[in-house]
């Protein structure tokens, strides 16, 4: 059984910063390529960051520089650091893994308020 399960999220005000974990369980981890979505409210899910089997990532403009992806294989899990939290990084943050399948956990929130 295949199971995707985040945790980190919460509220936060402009400028701080929060750590987001992805646990897999159920694949092959280490050779599925590992991202983090998000989605706002009225919007469409958007890549926020990814990274390879190989170690290779990939970022979203409007993260570049305060967001950090991250995999440790041996714990079967994904990470998202985020610095800098500006109000638009408000959303649902969704963990996606894709190889031969794709799978999706069941997101946590982030809330980024004065």
């Known amino acids: 059984q295949v199971q995707l399960v985040e945790s980190g999220g919460g509220q936060v005000q402009p400028g701080g910063s929060l750590k987001l974990s992805c646990v897999a369980s159920?694949?092959?981890?280490?050779?599925?390529?590992m991202s983090w979505y998000r989605q706002a409210p009225g919007k469409e899910r958007e890549l926020v960051a990814s990274?390879?089997?190989?170690?290779?990532?990939n970022y979203a403009d409007s993260v570049k520089g305060r967001f950090t992806i991250s995999r440790d294989n041996a714990k079967n899990t994904v990470y998202l650091q985020m610095n800098s939290l500006k109000l638009e990084d408000t959303a649902v943050y969704y963990c996606?893994?894709?190889?031969?399948?794709?799978?999706w956990g069941q997101g946590t929130q982030v809330t980024v308020s004065s």
């Open positions: 159920g694949f092959a981890f280490s050779t599925y390529t």
């Open positions: 996606y893994a894709t190889f031969l399948y794709g799978y």
């Open positions: 990274i390879a089997n190989t170690g290779r990532t």
